[in-house]
């Protein structure tokens, strides 16, 4: 068995590295500057992987120790995850066996089925149960029900609990079932998703839940990969593979993995891979997507694999006709479901508020229950016991009664905490989420694409938003890359003009129909450009385009005869096709050769060297040979780069730089593109020096960017290109109206530095007045922060009040932009190395324990003090961008503003990497846009375009925490005032628990009484429209500052409530005093007091929510009126004597609403009560408006003036004058294609014998020629 290779050196190296290390623990590059071009490292990287980043050049012993370790066979202590091909009895054995639950064992190894429901036809109803009686709430109405099945105690008959208490039950469990049956579809739909499986010797096809680790799986072109495979072979030539990623990481361009070249050679067809038996030793599964080390064992031979052999789950193969792969993870071991993180139960600010209250009302309760309690007890030790005619055939002490009496109350006044609270919230967020849905002006049209509430529990919420965290990429812009302008030769083309270069403000676009090349989709409006090109006037414009269509690591293939151009990035696809479209086709490629159409003339050149773009060059360059034998280099770059390398003599430097400051100023990104003529002889004296560079052994590419720089200077500048990273339509007014409502938006992305910064001022979160602090400014300032924080501590320090201290002078605008190396040096998340050796990490003694620990202790209390003093940092800041940040690093973003600021969060975006991000945040929303639904799956709210966030949260989400508000205050405030009537009514019956109302009007009152006008107005009510709510986005702070529903409006609807209720009993008390009726008749019985209280309460309670509702419609009235005319109906209806014939155990107030109501002293009694209720209240809304008006009233007051004013429209964008800031370099994030072109693996061979004699023997020239 051969040795293993460097990638699989990394799970073999802990033994080796133990001995080496430092007896104290070290952070990971601990004096190192972060550097802003990289994405830290993965988000669970070992601290054996973070060791092998260490320094290029290692010391020689190290490296003669290190080659020592490798001559045998150690540990492989991280490698421990066994995968063999076509063996499933292997991955069965014992010892792969984990216990689940007692003796009950299963594999370690997951099957690929996914599950996101919860329950399943047998479970669901025990479970369902389960978890709403875990709702304090629902526990302890159905302590309740049990309560009022002991007759000692019961003052009510039991239905008045059980039927309210089944409604909120069913319909919960309703609304649960419906959430679940769609999780199992969604299951399903993935689950039986198909592809090819080697089984029984050959392929078969099989649902994706059926496929298991160690399978052999074939794929074709445009399938989604089912679970993480191993490449093994392909249609391509060396076994490649090109898959789109769109959904893990978000970037729309291909990647392309390879095959081992043995699996490539052997394991094409069915009989080969039904035979292979090789087998995997790997890591663990893990959340890197980037990074994987293992080892395949085959043929008595050991092959290092690494990630580019790696097609992982929810990727989707492109270009690629068809591939063969060995499942290694599937399921939940696979890469994107260790990414998608906990799904975390989400509830809402006033959830928590409204459960505190409801605590609250049961301590008032037991209080309240207690005290009449013992007045029950001292009334029977007084009176009770003294009173014969009171003996009711029991001998209970006056103690024990009022003990009894006790649990009485508890029960009459259990109202104070209605059940039909959590059922009303339940509806009303329930129909706030289908106006969400139903929203035509959140529907995208092009993509047939309407808002979606995803959950029905977090709707008020959105009304009270501090922080937007949002992706970029596919979230804020298109992830469209277009050309839009250029500067040749100093002169700037893209502006709308004629061939004869008049301006003018509407003008066709360019026509390309005279190209046959052209792909109809580049909208262009300089026709004197055109004119330029194919008049040959000026040689620099054609040779511009022509370095356009040269000069780029593009692949193409052909598809119905058309070019399809396959870019490593957007920006390079983009150039490209710019070049095509102008008349410069890039048509093919060989391994040496590029043809490219020239207006219409075709024309091959050698390609001598490709000089390939990384972060730190900033450019890419390829030299060429043209057919009349002259050697040219072509580059573009970034122009901080090439400007240092341009020939001093280079015409128009200073042309080209005003016009890159305009390009800038109007956020667009640009690339320079020069050029230089290189002679034979200087050509063959480098081409040694990078022939020698390309087969070094160590640190190849330091040497070739080394080579690279030689050849790389005294360049002719020809111009530059500006492409648009098209923002999403209406970005700028949609973050410029939630700045405005006072809500900060943060950006938080994988792009470069200044791709993000760019796309902060396009989108005007940055303007030329901001006064940006980069990763470094923000470390000094903290640090500095931090060594005042240690001077000022001491003895007494911990008794001081917090000083709150800005970091900035107010008044300037200023934001943070920052990397996420940078984030990670900030707040000190950096790994720390495995640099214990066995006494540290055992401390022998008590005292060594005690020291380590309050050392531990020290160091998380710092870290814990600097990643607070950073969120106080950012949040000063107006506008704050991370960039270069893992998804691991967009949830901590999002966690630490949550747990130092407690602020209400809202993560927003479209790919896989923002899930993470998501599911952390208080309200996740996800884009349904270019890169898949995985964060739209994970998401509360879903919708097709980012300018529908202002709708969803400044008029839905507005909305949603003004009704929820005054539909809670309204709801405490009818319960109070209903239930404390029993209160004053107990100082009149001896404190006996006795009823102040019949029991079926206290079983109907919260389900039919008083139900339907405070649904409605949770539902419909709205203080303003929705085009003054978005036209005055100062509306929206009541929500961010909790002013309409906290505990002083709790308290404020509880003395409501008191003096209602004390108004509804002691004024009908006074009038049914030494009363006579004109009949002659006392209507001062118990039955009559019962009803006339009822009818006061009913009236006065539907006409309270008249006064409260801002918006009238036909509804709201048909249901205030309803409520009374319902209730008055009802209660005829229960008096009657033919219901209490039927049932008279249960109706016994037999003729009582007809005898008293049909006395004028009644009603007049009546009348009186509700007016004393009510016209306080409107006396004191009237003079709240007219001396105290909140911005809601003003606009109120207004609407009419306003709603004729012609209609707001957004200010112009702001275009910056010449700006300082360099415009951002237009490349991939990676490293292109260059090495795949030039070994000549991406090319396609033909077949033929004779080719394939002619490509070795020209192979073997070249070697020989070479030596």
């Known amino acids: 068995m051969s040795q293993p290779g460097p990638e699989s050196a990394r799970c073999l190296q802990f033994a080796s590295s133990m001995n080496s290390e430092r007896d104290s623990e070290t952070t990971f590059e601990e004096d190192s500057q972060p550097n802003d071009e990289v994405v830290p490292y993965s988000d669970d990287e070992t601290e054996d992987e973070l060791e092998d980043q260490g320094p290029a050049v290692e010391p020689e012993q190290n490296r003669v120790n290190r080659e020592a370790e490798e001559q045998r066979e150690p540990p492989r202590k991280d490698c421990t995850w066994q995968v063999k091909a076509n063996d499933r009895s292997f991955h069965e054995q014992p010892h792969f066996m984990n216990t689940k639950f007692f003796c009950i064992k299963e594999s370690k190894y997951a099957n690929n089925a996914i599950k996101t429901y919860k329950y399943n036809a047998f479970s669901f109803l025990p479970m369902n149960l389960f978890e709403q009686f875990k709702r304090a709430a629902n526990f302890y109405f159905l302590i309740l029900l049990i309560l009022q099945a002991i007759p000692q105690i019961s003052t009510l008959a039991w239905y008045t609990t059980l039927f309210p208490l089944l409604v909120v039950l069913g319909i919960t469990a309703m609304k649960d079932l419906v959430d679940d049956v769609a999780r199992h579809k969604m299951d399903n739909e993935i689950n039986n998703r198909t592809c090819e499986v080697i089984k029984d010797g050959r392929f078969k096809v099989t649902k994706w839940k059926e496929i298991q680790v160690g399978d052999i799986i074939r794929l074709k072109k445009n399938d989604f990969i089912p679970a993480d495979i191993l490449l093994l072979s392909s249609s391509e030539p060396n076994s490649l593979c090109y898959v789109e990623t769109a959904e893990l990481d978000g970037e729309t361009n291909l990647k392309f ?246 301006n ?130 072509y580059c573009k770059g970034a122009d901080t780069v090439i400007y240092e390398r341009l020939h001093q003599m280079s015409p128009t430097k200073q042309e080209t730089q005003d016009a890159l400051d305009i390009f800038a100023s109007e956020t667009l990104r640009t690339l320079c593109l020069c050029y230089k003529e290189i002679e034979e002889k200087e050509y063959e004296e480098w081409n040694k020096k990078f022939m020698a560079a390309s087969i070094a052994s160590t640190n190849r590419d330091e040497a070739l960017d080394k080579v690279y720089e030689e050849i790389e200077k005294d360049l002719i500048l020809l111009g530059a290109t500006a492409i648009e990273d098209k923002l999403q339509d209406g970005v700028p007014e949609t973050i410029s109206k939630l700045a405005k409502a006072d809500i900060k938006i943060w950006v938080l992305t994988g792009d470069k530095k200044e791709t993000a910064e760019n796309i902060g001022f396009a989108c005007e979160l940055l303007t030329e007045d901001t006064t940006i602090c980069y990763g470094e400014d923000i470390n000094a300032l903290l640090h500095t922060r931090m060594e005042n924080q240690r001077n000022r501590g001491g003895v007494y320090a911990k008794f001081a009040p917090p000083v709150h201290e800005p970091f900035f002078p107010s008044g300037e605008n200023r934001a943070l932009i920052i990397t996420g190396s940078w984030l990670n040096e900030i707040l000190q998340e950096k790994k720390t190395k495995r640099s214990k050796i066995l006494k540290l990490k055992f401390p022998r003694t008590e005292e060594e324990r005690r020291m380590r620990t309050q050392s531990k202790r020290r160091l998380e209390a710092r870290k814990e003090q600097r990643q607070k003093n950073f969120v106080d940092l950012a949040c000063e800041c107006s506008a704050v961008i991370c960039c270069r940040v893992t998804p691991k690093q967009k949830a901590m973003v999002v966690d630490l503003v949550k747990r130092y600021k407690k602020a209400i969060t809202l993560a927003i975006g479209d790919g896989a990497n923002d899930v993470n991000m998501i599911k952390t945040a208080h309200i996740g929303v996800g884009i349904s846009g270019q890169e898949g639904m995985q964060a739209v799956m994970s998401s509360d709210y879903s919708f097709a375009q980012f300018r529908y966030l202002q709708r969803l949260l400044l008029v839905h989400g507005r909305w949603s925490y003004i009704r929820m508000c005054k539909f809670l205050r309204y709801f405490f405030y009818k319960n109070f005032a209903f239930t404390l009537v029993h209160f004053w009514y107990s100082f009149f019956n ?153 049932f008279p155990s249960a109706f016994q107030f037999t003729g009582t609403a007809s005898n008293a109501l049909r006395q004028p002293y009644i009603w007049l009694t009546i009348i009186l009560t509700v007016a004393v209720c009510l016209l306080p209240v409107v006396a004191i809304r009237f003079l709240s408006m007219t001396i105290w008006p909140s911005e809601s009233d003003k606009i109120q007051k207004h609407r009419k003036r306003l709603k004729a004013e012609e209609q707001w429209k957004r200010r112009q964008v702001f275009r910056r004058g010449v700006s300082s800031r360099r415009s951002a370099y237009a490349f991939s994030h990676q490293r292109g294609y260059a090495d795949l072109i030039s070994s000549g693996r991406s090319i396609r061979k033909k077949r033929s014998p004779l080719d394939a004699i002619i490509a070795d023997g020209t192979a073997e020239y070249r070697r020989t020629v070479e030596s």
């Open 257 to 502: 993995k390879m095959a081992l070249e043995i699996t490539h050679q052997y394991l094409q067809r069915e009989n080969a891979l039904t035979t292979f038996d090789g087998f995997i030793e790997c890591e663990e599964p893990n959340n890197r997507l980037d990074k994987f080390t293992g080892t395949l064992f085959w043929r008595n031979t050991s092959f290092p694999l690494d990630a580019d052999k790696i097609l992982l789950r929810g990727c989707v193969i492109r270009n690629t006709d068809f591939c063969h792969g060995m499942v290694i993870f599937a399921g939940a071991d696979t890469k994107i479901m260790k990414n998608s993180g906990k799904t975390r139960f989400k509830r809402t600010k006033i959830d928590y508020l409204m459960n505190y209250m409801v605590y609250t009302i049961f301590v008032v309760l037991i209080l309240v229950s207690a005290g009449l309690a013992i007045g029950h007890a001292y009334w029977e030790a007084q009176i009770g016991n003294n009173s014969w005619y009171l003996y009711d055939g029991e001998d209970y002490t006056p103690s024990y009664r009022g003990f009894l009496n006790f649990w009485g109350y508890i029960i009459i006044l259990n109202t104070m905490v209605p059940i039909s609270l959590y059922v009303s919230v339940e509806v009303i967020r329930l129909g706030q989420s289908y106006f969400i849905n139903w929203d035509l002006q959140m529907y995208y049209p092009d993509k047939d694409t309407p808002a979606k509430a995803r959950t029905t529990t977090l709707n008020e919420q959105l009304g009270q938003i501090h922080y937007i965290f949002s992706d970029k990429t596919g979230t804020l812009t298109q992830n469209i890359m277009t050309f839009k302008k250029c500067c040749i030769n100093g002169q700037i083309y893209g502006d709308h003009r004629d061939a004869s270069q008049n």
């Open 504 to 633: 003018h403000s509407k003008i066709e676009p360019v026509d390309f129909s005279w190209n046959m090349f052209a792909d109809g989709k580049l909208a262009f409006y300089d026709h004197y450009l055109i004119e330029q090109i194919r008049s040959g006037k000026e040689s620099e414009v054609r040779q511009f385009f022509f370095l356009l269509a040269v000069c780029h690591t593009v692949m193409v293939d052909r598809i119905d005869g058309q070019l399809n151009y396959q870019a490593a990035s957007p920006d390079e696809g983009a150039l490209v096709s710019a070049a095509r479209n102008f008349g410069f086709a890039f048509l093919a490629r060989t391994q040496n050769t590029i043809t490219i159409s020239e207006l219409g003339t075709e024309r091959t050149y050698d390609v001598l060297a490709i000089l390939d773009f990384n972060s730190d060059r900033k450019r890419m360059s390829i030299i060429v040979r043209t057919p009349e034998g002259n050697i040219r280099l």
């Open 990 to 1142: 001896g404190y006996s628990a006795q009823t102040a109302y019949e029991d079926w009007f206290i079983t109907l009152y919260n389900v039919l009484y008083s139900s339907l006008p405070v649904l409605l107005m949770g539902l419909l009510d709205q203080d303003v429209s929705d085009k003054l709510s978005l036209r005055f986005p100062g509306l929206y702070v009541v929500g961010q500052r909790d002013l309409l529903f906290n505990y002083k409006k709790f308290f404020v609807s509880l003395v409501h409530g008191i003096l209602t209720s004390m108004i509804l009993f002691f004024i009908p008390l006074g009038a049914y005093l030494q009363t006579v009726g004109q009949d002659g008749e006392a209507p001062s019985d118990y039955q009559s007091f019962a009803v006339t209280i009822a009818s006061a309460l009913i009236i006065t309670v539907n006409f309270q929510i008249g006064l409260d509702t801002s918006y009238w419609t036909f509804v709201n009235a048909f249901s205030i009126f309803g409520s009374i005319a319902l209730y008055f109906g009802i209660m005829f209806d229960f008096h009657s004597a033919g219901i209490h014939v039927l």
